[in-house]
Every structure is written in C-alpha cells, then in structure tokens.
C-alpha cells in the first residue's frame, strides 16, 4: 500500500522516468517531466490494526500523518508505527496470531488474511 507525499519537486539527476528509491530507502516516482514524488508506505488495514490493538487499550488513538507512520496513542505513551512496504504471508507457526513480534519487527495480520510489518518509534 502507497500514499503520495505531498510535495512534488523537480528530479535535477535527469533519470528516466519510473520508479527508484532515496538515501532513506522510500520509493519515488518520477514522470516523464521530470516531476518526483515520494511514495510512503501505509498500513493496508488500519481497522484491523485498530481492533487488534484496541483489545489491549479500549481508549486506543491511531492518527494517520502526511508519511504513512501512524501516530498512537496506546496505554498512555504515544508511539509512531512505521509500517513496511510490502504485504506477507503469515507464517504457519502464527496462523493463530492477531500480531506477534520478531527482533525488533512488529505484525498484524490483516482481515484478507496477509501480514504487514512495522516498526516502533
């Protein structure tokens, strides 16, 4: 899942158009014209996310922002939850698992029965 920055800015390297990455590994479009937009990844079900989370604090408060991290609030402390780029499969050892955590990696499963991964600021 992708969300368009807002701001569009003029590519100075002269690339072709299509797709790259930056320094900080988002993806960016750039078109024919030479106009660049950052794509920033975004939680592919945030209801989900949402309810899962919400199990553990009822008073739970998710607000997306302008970068696809999403700001919560959650047993009082508020986090940024990052997620990644792409969707997973759920591996079979957590077919029973809402969310489960590998290093320094968070997952939730979402309602189509994929995965998405994020990370905790």
Do not use: H
């Amino acid at each position: 899942m992708l969300q368009p920055g807002w701001a569009v800015t003029r590519d100075t390297t002269g690339q072709n158009a299509g797709f790259s990455s930056d320094a900080q590994g988002k993806v960016l479009y750039r078109d024919s014209a030479g106009n660049e937009q950052t794509l920033y990844p975004v939680f592919a079900d945030i209801t989900e996310l949402a309810a899962t989370f919400g199990a553990f604090d009822p008073a739970i408060n998710l607000t997306g922002n302008a970068e696809g991290a999403v700001t919560a609030r959650f047993l009082g402390a508020n986090y940024t939850l990052i997620p990644d780029y792409t969707l997973t499969a759920v591996p079979s050892n957590r077919a029973g698992s809402a969310w489960w955590q590998d290093g320094n990696e968070f997952y939730i499963r979402n309602r189509d029965a994929s995965a998405q991964g994020f990370s905790v600021r």
